[in-house]
């Protein structure tokens, strides 16, 4: 414990220990045990080199990149479902056929808080208020139910990692125990932790202290998912599971396609290492994310870093020549994840987020809560290792956002993306496949259908001819 101490100061960090003589033995032991749990990981002298290094990368990002040369992804990349269905089609069968195979594992990202929701619980047991009250994690959890059940030859159970943070992982596997895991097996769920780390002074020259004995941590961003693969030996279970695909999606998105057959085979059928699926822009400049080329690599280009120009750019069938917006929903291929895991863990950039932190002083043993911001929060972003996969090993799959994409992240009565906007496009697609399947639904009504009934509208040819009319009703297997 010695030289975890002698460590810090050697960093240039001695105001952790100002204080130290006042503290008792008891918490000078707890200082030092929460100070060796980091640097166990990196040292702290290499934390302070990668925000010094995160700075400077933000300072060249807002000058913007003159130089680079921006692109979408070719067509040997891209594709898009919309108006496409034989190769909807195809892609499910190969999909499946990997489903069935047991070859097929989902990893969900939950570590976020429902705070901005006005829920302390994790944001995966919001109700967003569907007549049946189902949470994410059940209606989730329902469609790889479903999606099993579809498995005609044998029983297939998908492994599901679930990657939870410090503060949400003991009420996210409370909430799974008490609802008996949603008629999953236990088995095929495995809970895992993302990682954390330290904050800075603005300067990014000091850590913050939270307390007397431990420093202001936060999750690592998105881009923390390789690290927390890595640290969980999440490979090691894929080999021993015999898992070779990978679908990776967000909590927040109420209408993704758990372990989708129609990516899983598009990425089969085209040899792709790495891919992503896309949503195509509203307008020329929506505030989102792009899936394109920057010097003829794989990337995702900030709205902000590209002109208007480029921006409103179309191509010669007058769509947006950028319009592949950035959903993060990925497919890994396993053998990519076994070669290139450590590289990226140990190479990805990290990005400075400046926030108000609450924050101790050991100096003076006083509190701060900060109206300003007075701290820096480093984070990975998850597509930074696109640039990593070879353009030929890289796919791209357009899909129809009223199918597949409505993320929940602002609170009721915001302008968008929130429970109001969820629950309209959950229950508006449902409705649209009853009406496909026969089903006579009168207007202005809204049909509840269960994930564990139809995946993606089939299994609902029973309802032929019947009438809706009235809202509320719930459709169950």
């Known amino acids: 414990m010695t030289d975890v101490r002698k460590s810090f100061i050697e960093a240039g960090q001695s105001q952790l220990f100002q204080n130290w003589d006042s503290l008792s033995c008891k918490d000078q032991e707890k200082l030092l045990s929460n100070l060796e749990q980091i640097s166990s990981k990196r040292s702290p002298a290499r934390l302070l080199e990668d925000c010094q290094n995160a700075i400077k990368l933000s300072e060249t990002n807002s000058s913007k990149d003159a130089g680079a040369e921006i692109q979408p992804l070719p067509s040997t990349s891209y594709e898009s479902l919309i108006g496409n269905s034989d190769k909807e089609n195809e892609y499910f069968q190969v999909g499946l056929e990997a489903i069935g195979k047991g070859e097929v594992a989902v990893i969900l990202m939950a570590g976020g808080q429902g705070t901005r929701l006005g829920s302390s619980q994790p944001k995966g047991c919001y109700d967003i208020g569907l007549p049946s009250k189902k949470s994410l994690f059940q209606i989730q959890a329902e469609k790889l139910i479903r999606l099993q059940d579809m498995i005609k030859d044998n029983r297939v159970e998908i492994p599901w990692y679930i990657m939870t943070s410090g503060p949400t992982r003991a009420a996210t596997e409370a909430y799974f125990q008490e609802r008996d895991y949603f008629g999953l097996n236990k088995g095929q769920i495995t809970f895992f932790n993302q990682g954390t780390l330290p904050a800075f002074d603005l300067s990014g020259e000091h850590f913050l202290m939270k307390d007397p004995v431990s420093l202001s941590q936060s999750p690592d961003g998105n881009g923390g998912l390789y690290r927390a693969i890595k640290d969980n030996k999440l490979n090691e279970d894929f080999e021993k599971r015999g898992v070779k695909h990978v679908y990776m999606y967000c ?24 891919a992503t699926k896309a949503v195509r822009k509203r307008d020329a400049h929506e505030a989102v994310g792009l899936i394109a080329t920057k010097n003829s690599k794989p ?54 987020a400046k926030k108000k932190i609450p924050a101790y002083c050991s100096a003076t ?113």
């Open 251 to 274: 909590v927040d998105n109420v209408l993704s396609r758990m372990a989708d057959p129609v990516f899983i085979g598009f990425a089969i059928k085209h040899g792709f290492e790495l």
């Open 299 to 352: 990337c995702v280009i900030e709205y902000s870093e590209i002109s208007h120009e480029l921006a409103e750019a179309e191509d010669e069938e007058g769509l947006l020549k950028l319009r592949a917006g950035n959903i993060v929903n990925h497919y890994y291929l396993v053998d990519l994840l076994k070669r290139d895991l450590d590289q990226w863990c140990e190479n990805m950039p990290y990005h400075i």
């Open 365 to 477: 043993g006083k509190y701060t809560k900060p109206t300003e911001p007075n701290g820096i929060k480093l984070e990975q972003f998850i597509f930074d290792v696109f640039d990593t996969v070879p353009l030929n090993k890289f796919g791209c799959l357009e899909v129809d956002r009223s199918k597949e994409f409505s993320p929940l992240k602002n609170g009721s009565g915001s302008r968008n993306d929130n429970p109001e906007t969820s629950r309209l496009a959950y229950l508006n697609l449902g409705t649209s496949w009853l009406k496909d399947a026969g089903a006579i639904v009168k207007d202005g009504v809204l049909v509840e259908v269960s994930s564990k009934l139809s995946y993606a509208g089939e299994n609902l040819s029973q309802f032929k001819g019947q009438v809706f009319e009235k809202n509320g009703i719930i459709l169950e297997k």
